[in-house]
C-alpha cells in the first residue's frame, strides 16, 4: 500500500470543515489499514500556510500550521488547496499565489475544496480544464478565469486536477481519492465508519434550488413541497398541484417558478429521483418497482432520468451504495 504526504493548504478564515473532513477521511484510511494489518499508513497529513503556526478558521477556532507554502522543500505526493468565505481577498495575494503555484508543480496530485478552486484556478493549472467549485461561487471562477469551463453542478470532478463542491464535498472528493489511490473496499469502509456514502449521486442543484425551496415564505406553497415529497407516486403534473393549490396553471407555473426557482416538473422530476435513490439505497425491490413506487411511468423513464440527471444507471447506482451485509 503506497504511502502518501497530503498537505492541505489553508489561510486566515479558512472554512474548517474544508480542512477537518479531508483529513479525517485520511486519518480513518489508516485506522483501517492498521486494522487490517498493513504496516506502514498510507496517507500522512501536514497543514500548510503562508507562514508556519496557528491559523485562525472561519468559525474562531485557530487550527496549527507546521509548513510555510513557499517552503522548497516541501513535496506533496497529494496538495489540496482549502477555501471559505474570504477566498477572494487571499486570490489577490499575489506573493501567496506564486509560492501556491511552485507549490503545486513540486505536487505529484493536485486538487481543491469548495472555494479553494479560485486559488487553484489563480495557479494556472485550471486553464482549458472542467472544474466545480461551490455553487455560490461558480459564477465567479467562470467571470474571473474564463479559460476555465465550470460545471457547477458537481459534486467533485478530475480533470487533471481535482476539484470539488463546496464543505462537505471535499468529504466527498477524498473518498473517491481513497478509492482511486487503494481500492474500494478500503473507502467503502472508511465511508462507513464515517457514516456517509461513498459516493453521492447527483449534484449541487438539488443542496442549492431545492433546500432554498424548503425555506419558502408562502405557507401554501412550502405545504404543496412538503406534499409532492411525501408523495411522489402522486398525480404530479401541473394541472393537479395547480388543482390543488387552488390556482390556474398559469398563475400557479408563474408563482411556482418564481418561487422555487425551477418549473414544477423539474422539481417533481428531482423528488422523484431522490425517492428512487432512497428505494435502490434501502430495499432489495427490482427496478420496474423502484420506479413505479417513486413515481416514474416505467424502468426506462428512470433510466432515462438517472442518466440525465445523475449519469449513472440506476443499476449502476445501486452497486455503488452497497449496503451492509447483515
Avoid at 506502514?40 to 472561519?58: D, F, L, N, Q, S
Wanted: aromatic share 8%; hydrophobic share 45%.
Amino acid at each position: 500500500m503506497r504511502h502518501r504526504r497530503v498537505v492541505l493548504v489553508v489561510f486566515d478564515g479558512v472554512q474548517g470543515l474544508d480542512v477537518f473532513g479531508p483529513a479525517d477521511v485520511f486519518y480513518f484510511a489508516n485506522w483501517v489499514a492498521e486494522q487490517h494489518g498493513e504496516p506502514a499508513a498510507p496517507y500522512t497529513i501536514e497543514i500548510a500556510a503562508p507562514r508556519p503556526g496557528p491559523v485562525r478558521t472561519a468559525a474562531g477556532p485557530a487550527l496549527y500550521a507546521t509548513s510555510a507554502v513557499g517552503d522548497p522543500d516541501l513535496r506533496p505526493d497529494l496538495l489540496l488547496i482549502a477555501g471559505g468565505l474570504h477566498v477572494e481577498a487571499t486570490a489577490t495575494d499575489a506573493a501567496f499565489i506564486d509560492d501556491l503555484t511552485a507549490l503545486a508543480a513540486r505536487s505529484d496530485e493536485v486538487g481543491s475544496i469548495c472555494t479553494g478552486a479560485l486559488l487553484l484556478a489563480g495557479t494556472g493549472l485550471l486553464d482549458g480544464r472542467t472544474a466545480t467549485t461551490h455553487w455560490a461561487l461558480a459564477d465567479t471562477l467562470a467571470r474571473t478565469h474564463p479559460l476555465v469551463e465550470v460545471d457547477a453542478d458537481r459534486i467533485f470532478h478530475y480533470d487533471g486536477v481535482w476539484t470539488s463542491a463546496g464543505v462537505t464535498a471535499g468529504i466527498d472528493l477524498s473518498l473517491e481519492m481513497v478509492r482511486t489511490h487503494h481500492g474500494a473496499a478500503l473507502a467503502t469502509e472508511v465511508a462507513r465508519h464515517l457514516v456517509v456514502y461513498l459516493r453521492r449521486a447527483g449534484g449541487q442543484q438539488q443542496y442549492s434550488a431545492h433546500l432554498a425551496a424548503q425555506a419558502s415564505p408562502n405557507e401554501d406553497l412550502a405545504d404543496l413541497l412538503a406534499y409532492i415529497a411525501d408523495n411522489p407516486a402522486a398525480d404530479l403534473t401541473v394541472r393537479a398541484l395547480a388543482e390543488r393549490a387552488h390556482m390556474s396553471e398559469r398563475s400557479f407555473q408563474r408563482l411556482f417558478t418564481d418561487d422555487v426557482g425551477t418549473s414544477p416538473a423539474r422539481y417533481v422530476e428531482r423528488v422523484r429521483l431522490d425517492a428512487a435513490r432512497r428505494l435502490l439505497e434501502l430495499t432489495g425491490d427490482g427496478i420496474a418497482t423502484v420506479a413505479r413506487r417513486a413515481g416514474f411511468r416505467n424502468a426506462e423513464t428512470l433510466h432515462r432520468a438517472f442518466k440525465r440527471v445523475l449519469g449513472v444507471t440506476p443499476t449502476d447506482y445501486r452497486a455503488r451504495f452497497p449496503r451492509p451485509t447483515p
